[in-house]
């Protein structure tokens, strides 16, 4: 299974690690809906993941936790947490929807299916873009850096509504967002022609 990925362990390794703790990310959204909502734990759950759909349940927690956040002073640092929550979203959705190939140069690549049916007419002619292994672990960065802004401000809103006296999390130094993918040279293709060589 995934033989593309034979000889890219590491790639492997930040990718797999990335598609799970996106999972943690809409967890973080929940504990934040419960301090800005003051609920319990299962009716923060219920709220966030009745909607279907990665983007549909970070705009429903930013529509209900934004206005709570920027009463008590926090609107600023919610945004900074909602965009990297946003910016992981599509890193996640571009690995967890593509199709992985190795070509005859040796480079690992992924092709986005989603985004080239929809801007297709004709003939698919698909991108096959490198993977680099230095902007996978940026993006694996971002996504601790997104995780730890979203309880950072769990606890955070705790000690400002009084809820808890003290929290040892400290506030995440800003980086910059990771772009999606780089646009060196690119391998273009259709798809029912193409074949692997692993």
């Not at 299962?42 to 759909?53: A, D, K």
């Not at 946003?86 to 299916?113: E, M, P, S, T």
């Not at 601790?144 to 000690?159: I, M, Q, T």
């Amino acid at each position: 299974m995934l033989l593309e990925f034979k000889n890219f362990p590491q790639e492997r390794e930040i990718i797999g690690q990335m598609l799970i703790a996106y999972g943690e990310i809409e967890w973080a959204l929940t504990v934040c809906l419960q301090q800005a909502l003051n609920i319990s734990p299962s009716e923060s759950t219920r709220i966030l993941f009745r909607v279907r759909g990665e983007s549909a349940r970070i705009e429903v927690a930013d529509a209900i936790a934004r206005p709570a956040f920027k009463k008590i002073g926090l609107g600023g640092k919610w945004e900074n947490a909602i965009g990297a929550a946003r910016v992981c979203k599509n890193i996640r959705n571009q690995y967890a929807h593509c199709h992985w190939r190795k070509f005859d140069d040796g480079v690992l690549r992924f092709i986005n299916l989603d985004t080239e049916v929809e801007a297709a007419e004709g003939s698919l002619i698909v991108e096959a873009i490198p993977v680099k292994l230095g902007l996978l672990k940026r993006q694996d960065q971002y996504f601790k850096f997104a995780l730890d802004w979203l309880y950072y401000l769990e606890e955070e809103y705790k000690v400002r509504a009084g809820r808890s006296s003290s929290h040892d999390l400290t506030e995440p130094k800003s980086i910059p967002a990771p772009p999606l993918y780089d646009r060196p040279k690119s391998v273009r293709q259709s798809p029912p022609d193409a074949k692997s060589d692993s």
